[in-house]
């Protein structure tokens, strides 16, 4: 078997594992990184493209700002911008209790320093002139934007290497356990190919998966794997700038500007065991009817690719994300439930400040894996 010694061993090459393994680089610390699949190919590299603050849950604002810091360098950092672009976010509303909501939010995400604006439907139609009747308002958020999924964990991975990162990809792990001050951790290809890697700080970063990982150290997240699932059309001129979402998360839309529109909704068969997040036509049905009710433009163009891919979501949809509570030098960083894409930059630069100097000025104790304690305990197995 092939022996390895590091400082820091990182299980998932998504988005977070790449970051962080940058970032880890960036101070000078020796990293390796196992990944079971190829960097970014997961949830990282399937998702949406929504880069936004606009409805973020308020635990997760201060990661979405330092997560802004880290997209607005990337031409510099990554050397692409990954077509990373301001376009604006409006999320929008279809009752009057959905702009009641809406208003709520913006009220509460007023101290965190950004600025959300709520439109009226005459308002927005003045701004925006596509929208279909269904559509009441909405709150406008001009600083978020999008970006493309399939170029950022690959580009976080690349620049990661470059700066001295060991990162293996199909190798999947398999033991993780605790030897005395250091981590154990086996990993091993389809060809049986095993390597053992030993390393001071292990950081779980392996999305949908990740419960296994810290099962073995007896912790669990209330965590269940979803595959929410996505269409692309045909390029159509383009004409709506702005990423869309709407109270209740029921349809997501965007256009890029080589024309494709880009919308999900709905959630096919996920098993974790099977490998294959499946995608069921009856929810692509109905996306694409809520999609046609926002932008009535929509039902134009013509649907060329549907996917999906696994996604941890938490029973309260929060990221688990912090120092485990059983075992010293083990740090937590999954579970983003549908708001990683977003996050992922910002939370390797604060899991890289959290390894190496143990603190961080972000509150994560909201989203510490101790919230699960009572729950996992009573709903073993999932
Ligand atoms: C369809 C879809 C749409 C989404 N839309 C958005 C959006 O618009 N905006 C947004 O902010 N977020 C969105 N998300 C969520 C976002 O994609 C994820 O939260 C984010 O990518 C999570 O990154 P990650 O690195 O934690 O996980 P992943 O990208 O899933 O990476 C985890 C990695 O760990 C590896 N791994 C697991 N177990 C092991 C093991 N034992 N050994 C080795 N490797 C292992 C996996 O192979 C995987 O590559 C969406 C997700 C999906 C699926």
Redesign the pocket.
Known sequence: MERLETEVII???????CSTALHLRQRGVPVIL????QTG????G?????VRRNGRALEELAIAARSLEVWRSMPHLLGSDCEYMVTGHLKLARSEADMVALARHAEAQAPFGFKVEMLSRNALLARFPYFGPKVLGAAWCESDGQANPRLVGPAFARAARAAGAIIREH???STVARDGERFLVV?GDDREHHVEVRGRTLIN?????AN?IAASFGEQAVMEAWS?Q?VVTEPFPYFLKPALGVVGGDVYLRQIPRGNFIF?GGYGDATLASGRATVMPKETLGSCELAVQLIPRVAEATVIRVW????GITQDHLPVFGPSLTTPGLTHA?G?S???????PGVGSIVAELATTGATDVPLGPLSIGRFAKESAETPGR
């Open positions: 299980v998932g090459g998504g988005i977070v594992g196992l990944e079971q699949g190919a997961a949830a990282s399937v998702n949406f493209g929504g190798s999947r792990v990993c970063a392996a999305g949908a998966w296994q929410p996505m999900g999906s891919g696994f996604e999954f983003f549908g708001h990683g894409f977003a996050l992922s």
